[in-house]
């Protein structure tokens, strides 16, 4: 028997996968879909890619697993927003794309947020909401701000209006009150936000006719979502307070489940909650991007080969693609350093990778200075997560075990968010 299932889709920025697990967190199938492509004007049809997306990834699941799927839920790109018709839940405008910026709303949301709110910058949702509101003037119709992943959840489940505390950082909405602070409900666009709920709480059950369609269980929940970085976390399963997990991608992304919750927007440094704890991040630009500047993946994989990871390097480098860091220094001219340069390749890599494995042990150190619990255990996920060399220099300069982390992909996160909505597997 297949016992229960539960199926969970990434929606992220270049296309959507999904994932099925069972009670114990097995893969029972998986799938990926790149976004078709739909001219609208000047810009293209997000929308239109990403409700096809959806119904593409439903046909992809295996028919004999269908019956099985107690529990769906969804997560999306962080801050990419879409007014609805708060009647019919239709897009009024084309969407908000999370790294769109809306400068012109910058100066308002200042005035009105309290100062380095996660608000404040051009691409924040709350800076996208009230672009729309000035720019559609007066004789508005009665509308809804919904996230991508609320928008995709509604499409399954059909109540308006509901999105998660995640998603909700960015519109202003206040995880530690756990409601919308007083300085956003009096302002005159309020009353367009959406419901607020834990991530994985079931919202209500998947529409009939989806059921009927595709044969899904009767009684499947749709559960409220996240953003797609949360989601690579939670896959991570890094469910203790200290473990943290690492991203070596283009960038060097690091995310720590803490205690306590830590601002600093000179430093880019937020807080999501999770239950009663806080995921903890920040972003440098060192990572994989300057590397790949230099050497070829193949290179990398045989130049790593040759390093000798417990010798320390003397080489003190400062890796970035360009000139401009944020965290964890912040200094938005700070320049490249990346000289001088060995004769030996392999000198020089290791010098590089060793150099980045100290601005992570930076990083770390900064949010324990700014009051998060202090790291004991790191998971590393991205393409600089095979590297095993890597590894070891990291556990050196760290000093903490370091280990890949079993599984990375957001879709995975998003299935294990689904656990939580089946009512079965709470009581
Ligand atoms: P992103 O999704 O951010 O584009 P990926 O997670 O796919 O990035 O990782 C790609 C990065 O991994 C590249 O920048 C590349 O330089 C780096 N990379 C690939 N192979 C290795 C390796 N063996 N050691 C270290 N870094 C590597």
Redesign the pocket.
Known sequence: TRGRLYLGLDFGTSGARFGIIDKSGTIQAEAKREYPLYLSGESYDWVRSWKETLFLLLQDVPRDLRKHIVSISIDGTSATTIIVDSDTGEPLWRPFLYNESCPDALPTVKSIAPPNHTVCTGSSTLCKLVSWWNRVGSNKKPALLLHQADWLLWLLHGKLGVTDYNNALKVGYDPGLDSYPSWLVCQPYYHLLPSVVAPGTPIACLKEEIRNKFGFKKDCVVCAGTTDSIAAFLAARATQPGKAVT?????LAIKLLSNTRIEDSRFGVYSHRLDDKWLVGGASNT???V??QLFT?DQ??KL?EQINPSETSPLDYYPLPKAGERFPVADPNLAPRLLPRPESDVEYLHGILESIARIEAKAYGLLKELGATQVDEVFTA???A??DK?IKIRERVLGLPVCRANQTEAAYGAALLATRGDQQNIL
């Open positions: 991203s070596l991608g283009s960038t990572g994989g991007a590397l790949r993946d990398l994989e790593s991205g393409g600089g095979k590297n890597w």
